[in-house]
């Protein structure tokens, strides 16, 4: 089972959907991050959380640790949203992300 | 701003080569991180400098070195190079190490031939 478990791997949606990606994790964390790969695959980082929720534009990024859980929402998604969003956990002690699979996001016209 | 720069952008190698992969992190930025991303694969974590020392290490294979010199930026050294060495190499850098934010370069695509 892997340490960092996303869900669903592949998504398709309508422009202006509310989109929702989850990433579960079974290991003690320090933090987690949001990533965002487009084809070519450079990365950028969204959000980087340890506690509570983040806000920024359209994104919306929040964890419970207790639950060992963290959700990425978009608002009014768009075509220029569709990229691959990975969730990438920094384990208690260490200095490496470990990464979910990613959810490959495609939002149609 | 300035963001994480890696050189070269693209690199083709045969087998058996070596290659090095440069990374220069953002300006004050001192801890640097590498990782390997197949194709297909997700990314995984190689090995980590903070401060000029290894901090941590990942899945790097002994034919792989690293350093991270003076002016913060860092080298990654592969030798005996293998077609399964392939793959899209990513530097990240933060200002300090263990509760920061990874900032990520646009990765050197290494194809072994």
């Known amino acids: 089972k892997n340490e960092v478990e996303q869900s669903p791997q592949n998504l398709t949606a309508q422009e202006g959907e509310f989109i929702t990606i989850n990433c579960s994790y079974s290991v003690g964390i320090s933090a987690l991050h949001w990533l965002q790969q487009h084809p070519g695959g450079g990365i950028v980082s969204l959000f980087m959380l340890s506690s509570g929720k983040k806000k920024h534009g359209r994104l919306i990024a929040t964890i419970n640790i207790q639950e060992k859980h963290s959700s990425l929402h978009i608002t009014a998604s768009h075509p220029r949203d569709s990229a691959v969003y990975i969730c990438?956990?920094?384990?208690?002690?260490?200095?490496?992300?470990?990464f979910g699979k990613g959810t490959h996001l495609i939002i149609q016209p | 701003a300035a963001g994480v720069i890696q050189s070269p952008r693209h690199l083709i190698k045969e087998k058996r080569e070596t290659a090095t992969l440069k990374c220069y992190p953002i300006p004050r930025h001192d801890t640097v991180y590498w990782y390997q991303q197949g194709p297909g694969q997700d990314p995984q974590f190689l090995i980590s400098?903070?401060?000029?020392?290894?901090?941590d290490k990942g899945s790097i294979p002994d034919r792989f070195s690293a350093q991270q010199f003076s002016d913060y930026h860092s080298e990654l050294n592969m030798s005996s190079l293998e077609l399964g060495d392939s793959a899209l190499y990513f530097c990240?850098?933060?200002?300090?190490?263990?509760?920061?934010?990874?900032?990520f370069g646009p990765g050197t695509r290494l194809t072994v031939t």
């Open positions: 400098f903070y401060e000029k020392m290894q901090s």
């Open positions: 990438a956990v920094r384990r208690g002690g260490a200095d490496g992300l470990t």
């Open positions: 990240a850098s933060s200002l300090g190490d263990t509760y920061y934010e990874q900032y």
